[in-house]
Each structure stands twice: as structure tokens, then as C-alpha cells.
């Protein structure tokens, strides 16, 4: 499995983006799917995790209530909606992708996840 993503730019604080998260090479439907957000100088760090373990979905506090993951299994896309951004939210988005088993002390943490996408630059400013 390769993720891809893509969709990213210069939005105004209070703007929104939605970008995409492709698959080759095999389908989302039978993995857990997490988005990650590098601040600049910052670790990576889980923002969104929906897990096919449990199938829950957890968000971070950060972004919990603005940020909503989805999936088009028909089309093999995960899509982030990143609603009310803010300066904060300046950073590159990964889409990754594992098919383990996904306990919920480890969703947001990056090692549980062996696929990776390249990464998708966002910058919220005015």
C-alpha cells in the first residue's frame, strides 16, 4: 500500500481544506488510516486516527470538533475536512496507513504504522 496526498496550499486563518489521501498498490478498506501533522521544528504528531480494530474514531484535542476523516471505499480515498484553521495548524499532513491491530493507547503514536505518504504541505496565514 502507497499513500498519497495531495491537495494541500495557503488558506486565511478561519479557512478550510479538504485534502485527499490516494492508495496504490492495495485498498484502505481493510486498514487502520491515521492523518499526522508536522509542525514546523516540531515531532510528528497524531491528529486523527479510524481504526478498523474497533472502529472507532479518536481525534486529538486539537482539532476535535473542526477536523473530520473520511473514507471513499469506493474510489479508495481518505479525505481530512480541516475546518476553522489556525496559524497552529501550519505544518505538512501525512496519511498513513496500517493493517495491525490498533490499540488505543498507540493510535496517535508513528510507529504502529508501515505506510507513509510523502506528505502534503499546509500553511494557514493571513
Known amino acids: 500500500l502507497k499513500p498519497v496526498e495531495s491537495g494541500g496550499g495557503l488558506v486565511q486563518p478561519g479557512g478550510f481544506l479538504r485534502p485527499p489521501c490516494a492508495a496504490s498498490g492495495d485498498t484502505f478498506d481493510h486498514f487502520s488510516v491515521a492523518w499526522f501533522h508536522q509542525a514546523p521544528g516540531k515531532e510528528r504528531e497524531g491528529i486523527v486516527c479510524?481504526?478498523?480494530?474497533?472502529?472507532?474514531?479518536t481525534y486529538a484535542e486539537s482539532v476535535e470538533g473542526r477536523f473530520t476523516i473520511s473514507r471513499d471505499n469506493n474510489n479508495n480515498m481518505i479525505y481530512l475536512q480541516m475546518n476553522n484553521l489556525q496559524p497552529d495548524d501550519t505544518g505538512v499532513y501525512y496519511c498513513?496507513?496500517?493493517?495491525?491491530?490498533?490499540?488505543?493507547?498507540?493510535?496517535?503514536?508513528?510507529?504502529?504504522?508501515?505506510?507513509w505518504g510523502q506528505g502534503t504541505q499546509v500553511t494557514v496565514s493571513s
Open positions: 479510524d481504526s478498523m480494530s474497533d472502529g472507532s474514531t
Open positions: 498513513a496507513a496500517d493493517g495491525k491491530y490498533m490499540q488505543s493507547y498507540y493510535k496517535f503514536a508513528t510507529w504502529p504504522y508501515d505506510y
